[in-house]
């Protein structure tokens, strides 16, 4: 009777520990999924990133430009169907070549999808302060907002501001781009 009883007793701590290992995975596996966006790791690995006092520019695969001010980081990814931009940091300034395929800009806190143009997304705080300079876009966050040529607009994870005329000053190291290559 107590070899019964003691087998009983392994077979429930093993069964208990087999438990508390799975729920510890799956645990640890769903915080992991949660945090991923904010971890640096992302930053680290960034197919494009500037050292801070640096600004680049670069030609994409599709002939879109962009420049990134000081201290950025972001993703690049083309597929056959679409053109996706991954904002992980800092300033970006992009002019987006025509082409059939959508181009989407991603940031943690929304999704922009651009019609076309030249627009400018920088990381503020808690936010980010998108501008459309030419052309148009739209912002897919904690709601939807239309930006149009000329128009910015605040947003963070609980916010989007409605579009308000750009402001003079305003993501000024876009300014000598600009003139540069306009």
């Known amino acids: 009777q107590r070899q019964a009883a003691r087998s009983a007793l392994q077979a429930r701590c ?7 290992k799975v729920l510890s995975i799956i645990g640890g596996g769903s915080l992991l999924a949660l945090t991923s966006r ?5 930053q680290w690995q960034a197919s494009q990133r500037t050292a801070v006092g640096e600004v ?7 002939g879109s430009r962009l420049w990134l001010n000081t201290d950025s980081a972001l993703d690049v990814d083309f597929t056959a169907e679409l053109r996706r931009l991954a904002l ?5 300034l992009v002019e987006a070549a025509d082409d059939a395929r959508p181009l989407w800009l991603e940031t943690a806190h929304a999704r922009l999808r651009v019609q076309g143009g030249r627009f400018a997304v920088c990381q503020q705080d808690d936010g980010y302060l998108v501008s459309s300079q ?3 876009l739209e912002i897919l966050g904690a709601r939807r907002q239309s930006l149009v040529a000329g128009q910015e607009a605040y947003f963070d994870a609980q916010w989007v501001d409605r579009p308000a005329p750009l402001r003079q000053g305003q993501q000024a190291w876009t300014h000598e781009i600009g003139r540069a290559h306009v």
């Open 38 to 42: 904010a971890l640096p790791w992302q």
């Open 56 to 62: 680049r520019g670069s030609q994409l695969a599709d």
């Open 134 to 136: 030419v052309g148009a």
């Open 14 to 20: 093993v069964d208990r520990r087999q438990a508390l």
């Open 88 to 92: 992980y940091r800092g300033e970006v």
